[in-house]
């Protein structure tokens, strides 16, 4: 077997992925169905004089990533429903104090312990609203053990460049099945690092953002600058403040780095949407069972198409209103009961009828029954 | 007044403080700063951690890098911090609440893995910000807010914690002893390894004015009336402990400190 070529499950290739962006710090704990990301990167990162931290519990592992990346590390943690809970209020700090990380969730079952061992994609609209207060969100859906290794890099590559965190919403199928992986020649796809502060430091106004992009450069614990973390809203200095305009130019400013370059960020995937009039909508694991229905029920004559949204966050509403300006009917088979399905009817529920199909007793969507409901409303 | 060596390590443009007039954490402060020009520290390569609460306001007012965090939590950032960047002083500033009840485990793990930080715990038995609410170090019969008929649950030491769980040095002393408040600090940064430097310090506002110690005074006072040196103590009854804050060094040990152990792991690992 060539070297560049891997059979890894998806876990395997979310931690190969992190380390080929440039993750050398990885603070965490065990969870199921993650914990594979966590035993790859206390394998891997001691090779390459980066760190690995067991913490305490899923709160001190964000926090210690949170500070590694503070002292100029590319730093991800990885979690499963219950420790994202957890890592909430400090997903929340990193949003406020405009830390990169990467955070990676494998989705199970929940609410509460729920089911470890079984898949869901339950915790989508965690992703977008879990910790508190307003902030833009870019959030992953892996649906192949190739992309969580594509993904976690270009996941890498946006908190870099907008300075905050960003998920990855992968799920307990992608994250324990093995794959082939093409792993790609480093330097064949594009590295993005966090623009550093060009002034001296007796210059340095930490908050302050280049107008051109909404994103203050930053510094690094121990390169000479000095400046003020804090969760608290500041201004450019970054110092608590009260004044409503310092408030209101700081938290628009946390949507707007985001929005303002939402077509740079957003991915989605398209099959056979052309002339489509019924067209399935899905993500993660279900959109592999989905394509396949597709393809099946064109072979039967049904005009159907598939949108996979690569970002759940930013949503790709605009493609999706686009592609299906022409559909009559679209299916949203979900592993949950209807989370994502609420920004398909936002964005086409005026013009076509939207068909949730949901399905959380732990198993996953198989193409038979995503074909089945495809016929029924052909 | 403050040294001239010290005022280039406050942010004075972060002035006026929050701290009301006659609060005791502007001596720990002076104290912190005290040993960080005497031991030669550099500000950019001095860090300050802290979490949330009067005493977690610290960090803005002085002119280093600076990360104040969540509740509770600050040991877990500033053990990133230090993991990352070993060469770096970590020095996390907490409350009573902040570092014994909400960041308990925090702080208990940070003791036993022995990471080179040094955690200032400024000890006001209760919680000062939010209104005077009970804290895990307010005494059994100490009135709060929420608990106005005086606290029934048994404080914790935070000294006896800190070395049951692993820390390399442990002291306290109280504000009315600024000298060995300052002793204590740079032996703790000094100290390879995690340090608790516990400071007894009051809260007028909050705790004095329900407790008959309503100004300044009557708790420094207080202090210097209940402090008693540890040599001292060991000659006394539990009886007569009662009520006394015991003062002095508990534990000074050496002991493998984590960065260092991980360092070697990665020779270890990479040949």
Redesign the interface.
């Known amino acids: 077997m060539p070297s560049n070529l891997k059979f890894w499950q998806g876990n395997m290739a979310i931690a190969h992925g992190g380390i080929a962006a440039g993750c050398r ?1 990885f ?1 965490g704990y065990p969870i199921t169905p993650s914990s594979e990301i966590a035993e790859v990167m206390a394998e891997e990162l ?2 390459l ?1 980066g ?1 690995f ?1 067991q ?3 899923e ?15 590319k ?1 991800m943690t990885a979690t499963s429903g219950p420790g994202f809970s957890l890592k909430q ?2 997903l929340g ?1 990193a949003y406020m104090a405009e830390i990169p990380i990467v955070v990676i969730d494998v989705m199970r079952g929940g609410p509460s312990t729920g089911l470890p061992t079984r898949v869901s994609q339950q915790d989508v609209m965690q992703a977008r609203w879990g910790t508190h207060g307003d902030h833009g969100t870019i959030a992953y859906s892996p649906s192949s053990v190739q992309e969580c290794y594509e993904l976690t890099i270009e996941a890498f590559n946006m908190a870099e460049r907008f300075r905050q965190p960003v998920l990855v919403m992968s799920d307990e199928v992608i994250g324990h099945m093995r794959e082939k992986v093409v792993v790609p020649q480093p330097g064949s796809y594009p590295i993005l690092d966090r623009k550093k502060p060009k002034v001296s ?1 007796e210059e340095f106004i930490p908050y302050l953002a280049d107008p051109e992009d909404d994103i203050p450069p930053m510094a690094s ?2 390169d ?9 809203t500041h201004n450019d ?1 970054g ?2 403040t009260n004044e409503p305009e310092e408030i209101g130019k700081k938290h628009l400013r946390l949507v707007r780095k985001v929005d303002r370059f939402r077509d740079d960020i957003v991915k989605y995937d398209l099959e056979q949407t052309e002339d489509a009039e019924i067209l399935v909508f899905s993500y993660g694991c279900v959109a592999r069972s989905a394509v396949r229905a597709v393809r099946e029920a064109r072979a039967k004559g049904i005009k159907v198409g598939h949108f996979r949204p690569i970002t759940l966050w930013p949503f790709p509403d605009k493609e999706l209103i686009r592609v299906g300006s022409q559909v009559k009917k679209v299916i949203v088979p979900e592993l949950n009961c209807g989370q994502m399905v609420s920004e398909v009817r936002i964005a086409l529920g005026a013009k076509a009828e939207i068909i949730p199909s949901n399905l959380v007793n732990g198993e996953i969507l198989r193409p038979h029954e995503i074909l089945a409901t495809i016929e029924e409303v052909a | 007044m403050p040294r001239e060596e010290i005022k280039p390590w406050l942010r004075t443009r972060f002035f006026p403080h929050i701290w009301c007039p006659g609060c005791g954490h502007g001596i720990i402060l002076h104290a912190i700063l005290r040993s960080l020009v005497d031991l030669g520290k550099s500000r950019e390569e001095t860090v300050i951690a802290s979490g949330i609460g009067c005493s977690s306001r610290m960090p803005g007012y002085i002119n280093a890098n600076t990360v104040h965090t969540t509740h509770g939590r600050s040991l877990g950032f500033a053990t990133g911090i230090k993991l990352a960047n070993p060469s770096l002083t970590v020095i996390d500033v907490m409350g009573d609440g902040d570092c014994t009840a909400i960041g308990g485990n925090h702080f208990i793990h940070a003791c036993r893995r022995n990471i080179d930080i040094t955690a200032i715990v400024m000890n006001n038995n209760i919680y000062g910000m939010t209104g005077g609410q009970a804290s895990p170090t307010t005494p059994v019969g100490a009135r709060a807010t929420t608990a106005p008929y005086g606290a029934i649950d048994t404080p914790f030491d935070i000294c006896r914690l800190a070395e049951g769980a692993g820390a390399s040095y442990v002291a306290r002393a109280t504000i009315a002893q600024p000298v060995l408040c300052e002793q204590y600090i740079k032996r703790g940064i000094q100290k390879k390894g995690f340090s608790v430097v516990e400071i007894m310090t009051h809260c007028h506002t909050q705790f004095g004015r329900r407790n008959k110690r309503p100004n300044p005074v009557d708790n420094l006072n207080f202090f210097k009336d209940n402090s008693v040196p540890k040599a001292k103590a060991k000659e006394m009854t539990e009886e007569e402990k009662k009520g006394k804050i015991i003062i002095g060094e508990f534990v000074d040990r050496e002991a493998q400190e984590y960065t260092e152990a991980y360092l070697k792991l990665i020779e270890r690992v990479r040949g």
Do not use: C, Q
């Open positions: 710090f603070g001691p090779k004089n760190r931290i913490m305490e519990d709160i001190a592992g964000i926090a210690a990533t949170i500070g590694a990346s503070i002292a100029g590390y730093a209020e400090n700090l430091p614990f121990g000479g600058y000095r400046w003020h973390v804090t969760g608290l200095w110092f608590p």
